[in-house]
């Protein structure tokens, strides 16, 4: 069941499935580096009353024991959703990388591809993204395809995340 607080706005109905903090495991793979495994914690808040989603990610490496080995990926931004069911997603990255993604959402699945990509001189190159979320099961699914370091788009990340807090308990 989705909770959807009572101070959503009503434009962000259609994602309140998002809301609350994930947490869980994935994989990651690249022509340009060794498979490895990630822990990840996901929170989408919200503002009361403001037409927008605030996301934060934060992932670590894992060992083939589940054992944190380093902090890995950080990324925050927001998600404003749009007229006929078009969504908006802006991201920043540390490593030097601003993203722009547009795209639709159904009821518990949206689909992302980015519009823009900045990034400073001093970031690896980085052209594009498309990022897939569902809800299956009660879980968070996403799978993340980037084109990076002279390669076409192609799959870079998968997870799955399981809701630990709920939409009351991460509002901001």
């Known amino acids: 069941m989705i909770e959807i607080p009572s101070d959503l706005h009503t ?11 994930w947490e869980g495991a994935g994989v990651g793979d690249y ?20 037409p927008f989603l605030s996301y934060t990610s934060r992932s670590w ?3 083939d024991d589940g ?14 959703p749009q007229p006929n069911d078009e969504v908006e997603v802006l991201l920043t990255h540390p490593t030097g990388y601003v993203e722009i993604y547009i795209g639709r959402s159904e009821p518990a699945r949206i689909e992302l591809a980015t519009r ?16 897939l979320y569902g809800m299956v099961n009660g879980r968070l699914m996403y799978v993340y395809e980037m084109a990076a370091m002279g390669h076409d ?6 997870a799955e995340l399981q809701r630990v807090a709920g939409a009351s308990e991460s509002a901001g």
């Open 153 to 158: 788009l192609q799959p870079h990340l998968s």
């Open 31 to 50: 022509p340009t580096i060794e498979a490895y495994r990630f822990g990840q914690e996901v929170e989408f808040t919200y503002v009361p009353g403001k």
């Open 116 to 131: 823009g990509v900045l990034k400073t001189e001093t970031a690896k190159d980085y052209r594009a993204g498309h990022r």
């Open 67 to 80: 054992n944190l080995v380093r902090p890995a990926a950080r990324e925050t931004g927001y998600w404003r």
């Open 11 to 21: 434009d962000c109905v259609p994602l309140a499935w998002l809301l609350g903090r």
């Open 61 to 63: 490496i894992l060992d």
